[in-house]
Nanobody, 124 residues
Framework: QVQLVESGGGLVQAGDSLRLSCAAS????????MGWFRQAPGKERQFVAA????????RYANSVNDRFTISRDNAKNTVYLQMNSLKPEDAAVYYC?????????????????WGQGTQVTVSS
């Protein structure tokens, strides 16, 4: 079992930056693909970004490409999501996810473990 705890969310203004962190416990994540999803009120869950187990391959949703960066520190068992140039439409609860094995998956049902989420609010 992998436990995931997100942190770093908050209230920011449009154009600001935030860095989300996802601390994993229970198992080392070095053998896991890690991802970030988000869900805004009344909307479906949306893929944001994923990173392969060694960090060599990343994948982003078109809506965040060039603004968000996913990274990982396997030694710290932590994954990050650096979010720059935030827009009001980025406001959502952001969830960290994990899936054992390689690859960068964009489907929520392809991930086995989920955190509780961290709220990101962006004011215009």
């Amino acid at each position: 079992q992998v436990q995931l705890v997100e942190s770093g969310g908050g209230l920011v203004q449009a154009g600001d930056s935030l860095r989300l962190s996802c601390a994993a416990s229970g198992r080392t994540i070095s053998a896991y693909t890690m991802g970030w999803f988000r869900q805004a009120p009344g909307k479906e869950r949306q893929f944001v970004a994923a990173i392969s187990w060694r960090g060599g391959i990343t994948r982003y949703a078109n809506s965040v490409n060039d603004r968000f960066t996913i990274s990982r520190d396997n030694a710290k068992n932590t994954v990050y999501l650096q979010m720059n140039s935030l827009k009001p439409e980025d406001a959502a609860v952001y969830y960290c996810t994990a899936r054992e094995g390689s690859g960068t998956y964009s489907g929520g049902d392809e991930y086995d473990y989920w955190g509780q989420g961290t709220q990101v609010t962006v004011s215009s």
